[in-house]
């Protein structure tokens, strides 16, 4: 929950203005109690959102990186409506929202205190509000004790910036545009009350790294050896822009889905999502094999969209003698991608604002997500089953635990074994 002292820097930085002096690209620093860096932003200046974001050291300024590049081409999204720059931020921003757009935890929170010290939150972008925004997770609100430090140091250092600005020029404090040439920004670092100007060095870029999961264990290998090899898979390692909520609380996580389609057919092969992929990428990998397995084939080829779904390939590609190629071009993942989509959207109805989404959706209903398939043959006729792919028919006997009983019945009757 948000602090009275919170509170009372956020309205005065309000009052100080300080996004009519500064762009957000034109970066200042902080340093931080616990001795580390903080990059601040101060968004306001263009009228659509009104903040102070802090991005704390590499991995922070990282994030602040991927969206600034994300700005320049602000009409791209992805298939999902969800940016991978956005599930990938790692920062704090106190806002200033209109009421209508605040949790109600906050709106309650905003108005005992304005009760309490006589403050009138009047006009657009009244209310201010604190959310952390964590990598691959839904943006949430400030918890912890480190992250309420780290704020209220940033919020102190942005007062002071503003008392500087009203006696000296931007250029006469160091403050510029921060592209890729920058080298250093102004950093404020706390002397007992007061604040002193130095200069900090920007992060070099840091190197692209993918989740790779350990190798294929020798006993899953001998499994996989003995299957025949069939198919070319198109594949792509995506996220599910749908936020699930952890059993303990905490702020809700976007699974990672790994999406092979056949690539002359187009059926879908069903692998289950994964939780926090980032941290345990093994997980992905043993809901492919499984499917593998229980489909019985190997893949001749595997045709996969980028990088980060070869990282989660690789030994596989290696141990088992699959040949793996990069390409852009996979128009059967494309068309698998939308009936993803669009069974996604029927669930959590596609009117719905992102803050409305129930916070006890469990994996059951992205089980149900990936395997949304089953909705769709359902609807087809006799005829039109009959005439689905060899391989989409093996895959759907194989999984008679996930079925459907009236799915199942159907499949029985015909094709029975």
């Known amino acids: ?55 704390i050291g590499d991995r922070g300024f990282e994030s602040y990186r991927a969206m600034a590049a994300a700005a320049e081409n602000p009409y791209v999204l992805e298939w999902n409506g969800y940016p991978d720059w956005l599930m990938e931020q790692d920062c704090i921003q106190c806002s200033f929202e209109n009421k209508e757009f605040l949790r109600d935890e906050d709106f309650n929170e905003v108005r005992a205190y304005a009760r309490e010290h006589g403050v009138s939150p009047r006009g657009a972008n009244a209310y201010p509000q604190f959310t952390r925004y964590s990598p691959n997770r839904y943006p949430w609100r400030v918890e912890s004790e480190e992250d309420e430090k780290n704020i209220l140091e940033a919020l102190s250092a942005a007062l002071a910036l503003a008392a500087m600005l009203r006696v000296r020029r931007k250029s006469e404090l160091g403050i510029r545009e921060v592209d890729e040439d920058t080298e ?12 002193r100007l130095d200069s900090a060095p920007i992060p ?69 999502p994964a939780e926090h992929y980032e941290e345990h990428p093994d997980n992905l990998l043993k809901n492919f094999i499984q499917v593998l397995i229980e489909s019985k084939f190997l893949p001749r080829v595997l045709k996969v969209r980028n990088r980060a779904t070869r990282a989660l390939l690789e030994d596989f590609r290696v141990k088992t003698g699959v040949l793996l190629t990069v390409d852009d071009y996979l128009p059967n993942l494309d068309e698998a991608k939308q009936l993803l989509l669009s069974n996604l959207m029927d669930r959590l109805g596609e009117d719905d604002d992102a803050d409305e989404y129930d916070a006890a959706r469990d994996d059951e209903d992205l089980m149900d997500a990936a395997r949304s398939m089953f909705d769709q043959i359902m609807a087809l006729s006799d005829e039109e089953i009959k005439a689905l792919p060899d391989m989409m028919i093996r895959q759907l006997f194989s999984m008679s635990e996930l079925l459907p009983p009236e799915l199942e019945a159907r499949l029985k009757r015909l094709f029975p074994r």
């Open 204 to 272: 070099e870029p840091a190197p692209e790294a993918y989740p790779t999961p350990a190798p294929l264990d020798e006993k899953t290998l001998n499994r996989l050896k003995n299957l025949p090899k069939r198919y070319i898979l198109e594949c792509e390692l995506i996220r599910v822009g749908a936020p699930v909520q952890d059993e303990n609380g905490g702020a809700p996580w976007f699974p990672t889905l790994l999406l092979c389609a056949e690539s002359e057919e187009g059926s879908i092969l069903p692998i289950p």
């Open 184 to 195: 250093s920004i102004p950093i404020l670092i706390r002397d007992g009350e007061k604040f």
């Open 1 to 55: 929950m948000a602090t009275e002292k919170m509170f009372d820097l956020a309205f005065a930085y309000k009052k100080a203005k300080l996004w009519k002096r500064l762009y957000d690209s034109e970066l200042f620093a902080v340093r931080l109690p616990d001795g580390q860096t903080g990059y601040c932003s101060v968004m306001g200046m263009m009228g659509e959102h009104n903040a102070l974001g802090l991005y």
